[in-house]
């Protein structure tokens, strides 16, 4: 038997990748066969996808809309001020997460960029109050660590998590008729 190669194992992880960004919930058989792989190898590979933390787990892409949530974007711009390691072992450590948790906001996705801004939170909340109480928080959390802080409201996702939103025709109600 020959040995695959790199380009070919690459390949072969890709092919799974892409099935399961459409669809995290796909069997383990309905991706063999969309692959043309045995049950074996699509687990096999899946195993070690999530050995190497190229995947990082699995969700469900839900319409917080329906749940009577919004979502807010929060862009961070820092000083020069190196961070203490106390507030950088609180980031790695998720406790603003929990800290946020305490006033109703949830965070989903939290990131460090390269750009105009320094960091971005994205996270869900009952309302614009409960969005600007959260931004007042992390200000106090970051005092002077903080030069800027924008907060957004997400009004419509078009696409999320590699999903288009089933209901993408309403984004037609964010746009006057031409």
């Known amino acids: 038997m020959t040995k ?5 194992i690459k390949t072969d992880e890709q092919k799974i990748i892409d099935i399961l960004k459409d669809n995290s919930n796909e069997s383990i058989n ?10 074996q190898k699509v687990w096999r590979i899946i195993k070690q996808l999530e050995k190497n933390n190229s995947i990082w787990g699995y969700t469900a892409v839900i319409d917080e809309e ?3 949530l919004k979502n807010y974007i929060i862009l961070l711009k820092r000083t020069n001020q190196p961070l203490t390691r106390e507030l950088v072992d609180n980031i790695i ?10 006033i109703g906001v949830k965070i989903e996705n939290s990131a460090y960029l390269h750009g105009v801004y320094d960091w971005m939170i994205c996270f869900t909340a009952e309302d614009i109050k409960q969005a600007k109480n959260f ?6 959390i970051f005092e002077g660590f903080i ?23 309403r984004l037609n109600e964010f746009f006057p008729e031409f």
């Open 147 to 169: 030069t800027d802080v924008q907060l957004l409201e997400n009004m419509f996702y078009a696409k999320k998590s590699g999903i288009e939103n089933p209901e993408i025709e």
């Open 93 to 102: 450590h998720r406790k603003l997460e929990e800290l946020g948790e305490k």
């Open 66 to 68: 329906k749940q009577e």
């Open 135 to 140: 931004a007042e928080f992390l200000n106090k």
């Open 30 to 39: 309905d991706i063999a066969k969309k692959c043309k792989f045995s049950r």
């Open 4 to 8: 695959t190669s790199k380009k070919q």
